[in-house]
């Protein structure tokens, strides 16, 4: 890929997220469009558009973060059923997880409301309470 992703401008600091863990491999911060409300995006640092291309150490250190993300979700959001995960990246072609509590399969097929404004102050909010 020769042009920056989104995600890529987020980690590099070019453009804010609301961060709930970064380590040297990947980094975790709060969706803006959620699939429903808690949901995180789980990214990995090297730019590749999908998942099987990543180094393994990459690999596993993704599915890492996915993993402390879903027992932070399940801590936070402790009514729900379940915590969805969605490897998917049609928006944005840089490897990314999307993690997020749900009590049904038709919440995980939720779509977003990308018109809205993102309420950043809940965003921040929920994020300082998954932040590891």
Do not use: W
Not at 28 to 51: R, T, W
Request: charged share 25%; with cysteine.
């Amino acid at each position: 890929m020769s042009e920056d992703s989104i995600f890529t401008k987020i980690i590099r600091g070019e453009a804010p997220c609301h961060k709930v863990h970064e380590d040297d491999k990947t980094i975790a911060f709060m969706d803006i469009y959620p699939i429903q409300p808690g949901a995180v995006l789980v990214v990995a640092k090297q730019q590749v558009d999908h998942f099987y291309d990543l180094a393994d150490e990459d690999y596993q250190a993704l599915m890492a973060t996915v993993k402390r993300v879903a027992n932070q979700l399940t801590l936070a959001f402790p009514d729900k059923a379940r915590i969805g995960v969605i490897i998917e990246g049609f928006e944005v072609p840089h490897v990314h997880v999307k993690v997020f509590p749900i009590d049904s399969g038709h919440e995980l097929r939720h779509l977003p409301d990308m018109t809205r404004e993102p309420d950043h102050t809940e965003l921040a909010k929920i994020a300082t309470t998954l932040a590891f």
